[in-house]
């Protein structure tokens, strides 16, 4: 039973990931990095399960009545999607790192200006 909704699977984690991500920051507000740590771990799950799926469930696959069609297409952009969001997320965190970096230093260098 569950092999027939196997294709479906990595919007299942998405959703559940999201959820969880969504909870874990709004209740954890000073965990920042770890919440952004589970994000880059979802998308690489995402990624590796996506990648899994489509070699082994035969393509294009159908499900819930035709409004869910799983084909190379469709991988090829979830896939690419996933790989985008992982690479945006990376680059935020370094810039933020860096941005705060130089905020401290700039408060350093007014500090002994004054």
């Known amino acids: 039973m569950l092999g027939l909704y196997l294709p479906v699977m990595p919007e299942c984690l998405c959703l559940t990931a999201a959820l969880v991500i969504l909870l874990l920051g709004a209740f954890l ?5 770890a919440i952004h740590v589970l994000t880059q771990l979802t998308l690489v799950a995402l990624v590796w399960l996506t990648w899994h799926i489509s070699r082994v469930v035969p393509l294009p696959s159908v499900l819930f009545h035709q409004s869910f069609i799983l084909d190379r297409l469709a991988v090829i952009l ?5 790989l985008s969001v992982f690479v945006c997320l990376l680059f935020t965190c370094t810039a933020f790192a860096i941005s705060k970096t ?6 350093i260098a007014s500090q002994n200006i004054v």
């Open 78 to 82: 979830k896939l690419f999607t996933y």
């Open 102 to 107: 130089m905020v401290d230093v700039t408060k």
């Open 29 to 33: 507000l000073k965990a920042k990095s």
